[in-house]
């Protein structure tokens, strides 16, 4: 038996609706959540796509994202939006700001959409691919609970705070899309390694005395690091800065796991949206021959380069779900 | 004989003033380049103050730097301003659109000033503290010629491309400020461990054939790398999108070199300012709570953290210049 399932996108589509209604979930939160994971199933680091929609089923049930959440938005400035999202997912408050985000983009050159107060954001290069769909730019930064430290020593405090690029390259050519965290790895590395009893790299996490460790073990019991170092603790500080610091959410230091207990962990989200200059600019046409350059000189262009994977993957072969994921989904829907 | 020379605020400023306008720059270059050197003297990385300015200095009379240009700017968007600098000093087209920007920051919540075809920028910090000190949130980057690959065994294709992050603090309190190069370490030190025989740490540059090396020798032949790999090259990615992307400046691999040869470098810079929500929405107050608290864990905070020097340097004090810098200025000022 084949540890993958293979669905066409319509089924997928349909199962992933039922599965978040099943959970609790309510119409316009199921929506923005479906559209999420299938973007990032499709153009996405996979894991993120259906793997990490049952972490929301979960939260779903276990009361850390409410289903059913009012958001609010209050615009302090005509091209500044401060959402609140109600505990609830954090793509319905951007999915509700959207087209207001991308006019006010376009009219005044650059907006920002700040939001607080939601579930952890799932896939973060998935806002700014959003916005590449549009023709524009974007930065995005948020931020979760406390497990990377800023130096080996030190207590935990920053999530993996992830940053996000987009920057479109025009019609047809799929936007350059830079999606990372500011640890060295992410803490499921962690987690594989300690359960196959493999040992993890030199730089990658700190045991429970905050001494450098490559037991994955100990690991667990410790946090991550920086990657880079010092430079990528600075990195992780703006991401903190940018993240709860603008929004108003919690500090990495404040936030519960969204993978445990009742509590949401109400994080912060920044969103910087800027128009790549007027369309006779040509800078769009300019960044795609960029691209085209770098990639011709070996450079690996994150979002367009092909990474021993079809990227995106052809709708036409269908999404592969590992199976245990896609049993835990077809189980909560009652498919 | 010291080899340092002590010289106080205003005998500093006038001395530079002098040297500025010998070399050939024009009254307004002058004086935004001195105001520029003195920050970076009293609150940045001293180097970046005086020693920095005799690269000013010799590019002013070398033409690299159009000592008395016509700086343009267009506003295709409200919040959105787009430079030309003809080819003078970057400091100089950003005095002159700082109140815009300013203005149209508190107005729309947010602005992006853009700017091709200056000489390189200096201190980075410098743009992102002045933003700092209207209680501005700012974002910076700019690039200059290609001196960075993206992995050992390419080509460089990257300047050392600074991102600067400034965050206000309040009132009475010293911003947040990180700037910091994409590579692992800055070229100079490449050069100051060549030239004293000493091998440079491994992860810092590649010789000629694009292998890592310890051999500042040759190091010098090859090229920097990125700092924390794969991530950091995608930093300077980022930054080279957002510099000469945005702006429409020249790509690192077309820059000329800013020390040698006729050639403005003609480079990009972008500059993001945000408001740090509403005034009564306290956020300034409350990121400096949590730097305190960052700081109180041991966490260096840059622009704020105390690190073995006073920061920043006690204008009692007086600013203390290497003397051979001292003596170029001199010479050059006919003092």
């Given at each position: 038996?084949?540890?993958?399932?293979?669905l066409?996108?319509?089924?997928a589509?349909?199962l992933?609706m039922?599965?978040?209604?099943?959970?609790?979930?309510?119409?316009?939160?199921?929506?923005?959540?479906?559209?999420?994971?299938?973007?990032?199933?499709?153009?996405?680091?996979?894991?993120?796509?259906?793997?990490h929609?049952?972490?929301?089923?979960?939260?779903f049930?276990?009361?850390?994202i409410?289903?059913?959440?009012?958001?609010?938005?209050?615009?302090?400035?005509?091209?500044?939006?401060?959402?609140?999202?109600?505990?609830?997912?954090?793509?319905?408050?951007?999915?509700?700001?959207?087209d207001?985000?991308v006019?006010?983009?376009r009219?005044?050159?650059?907006?920002v959409?700040?939001?607080?107060?939601?579930?952890?954001?799932?896939?973060?290069?998935?806002?700014?691919?959003?916005?590449?769909?549009?023709?524009?730019?974007?930065?995005?930064a948020?931020?979760?609970?406390?497990?990377?430290?800023?130096?080996?020593?030190?207590?935990?405090v920053y999530?993996?705070?992830?940053?996000?690029?987009?920057?479109?390259?025009?019609?047809?050519?799929?936007?350059?899309i830079?999606?990372?965290a500011?640890?060295?790895?992410?803490?499921?590395?962690?987690?594989a390694?300690?359960a196959?009893?493999?040992?993890?790299?030199?730089?990658?996490?700190?045991?429970?005395?905050?001494?450098?460790?490559?037991?994955?073990?100990?690991a667990?019991?410790?946090?991550?690091l920086?990657?880079?170092?010092?430079?990528?603790?600075?990195?992780?500080?703006?991401?903190?800065?940018?993240?709860?610091?603008?929004?108003?959410?919690?500090?990495?230091?404040?936030?519960?796991?969204?993978?445990?207990?009742?509590?949401?962990?109400?994080?912060?989200?920044?969103?910087?949206?800027?128009?790549?200059?007027?369309?006779?600019?040509?800078l769009?046409?300019?960044a795609?021959?960029?691209?085209?350059?770098?990639?011709?000189?070996?450079?690996?262009?994150?979002?367009?380069?092909?990474?021993?994977?079809d990227?995106p993957?052809?709708?036409?072969?269908?999404?592969?779900?590992?199976?245990?994921?896609?049993?835990?989904?077809?189980?909560i829907?009652?498919?």
């Amino acid at each position: 038996m084949s540890d993958e399932v293979v669905l066409d996108l319509a089924e997928a589509e349909a199962l992933a609706m039922r599965a978040c209604l099943a959970a609790g979930a309510g119409e316009a939160t199921a929506r923005s959540l479906v559209d999420a994971t299938l973007s990032a199933a499709i153009y996405g680091p996979a894991v993120l796509g259906f793997p990490h929609m049952v972490d929301y089923l979960d939260s779903f049930r276990e009361g850390r994202i409410n289903g059913d959440p009012t958001p609010t938005r209050a615009r302090p400035y005509p091209a500044f939006f401060a959402a609140d999202a109600d505990r609830g997912i954090a793509q319905l408050g951007f999915d509700l700001a959207f087209d207001d985000l991308v006019a006010a983009a376009r009219n005044f050159g650059l907006a920002v959409f700040t939001q607080t107060n939601s579930y952890t954001t799932g896939e973060l290069g998935y806002y700014v691919r959003r916005l590449a769909g549009e023709g524009i730019v974007g930065i995005a930064a948020t931020n979760a609970n406390a497990m990377v430290v800023a130096k080996a020593g030190g207590p935990a405090v920053y999530s993996t705070n992830p940053m996000a690029f987009g920057f479109p390259l025009g019609e047809g050519a799929l936007p350059l899309i830079i999606d990372q965290a500011s640890s060295a790895t992410a803490y499921v590395n962690i987690v594989a390694a300690a359960a196959e009893g493999r040992a993890i790299l030199q730089g990658w996490a700190v045991d429970e005395t905050g001494k450098d460790t490559q037991d994955a073990a100990r690991a667990l019991g410790g946090a991550l690091l920086p990657f880079g170092g010092r430079k990528g603790a600075n990195v992780a500080l703006m991401v903190e800065m940018l993240s709860a610091g603008l929004s108003g959410g919690p500090w990495s230091l404040d936030t519960p796991s969204f993978r445990e207990g009742s509590a949401s962990p109400a994080v912060g989200l920044t969103i910087i949206a800027m128009m790549p200059g007027r369309t006779g600019d040509g800078l769009v046409e300019r960044a795609r021959r960029q691209a085209d350059r770098l990639q011709s000189l070996g450079v690996f262009v994150p979002g367009v380069s092909v990474s021993g994977i079809d990227y995106p993957r052809p709708a036409t072969e269908g999404l592969k779900v590992p199976r245990a994921v896609f049993e835990a989904v077809v189980k909560i829907a009652g498919a």
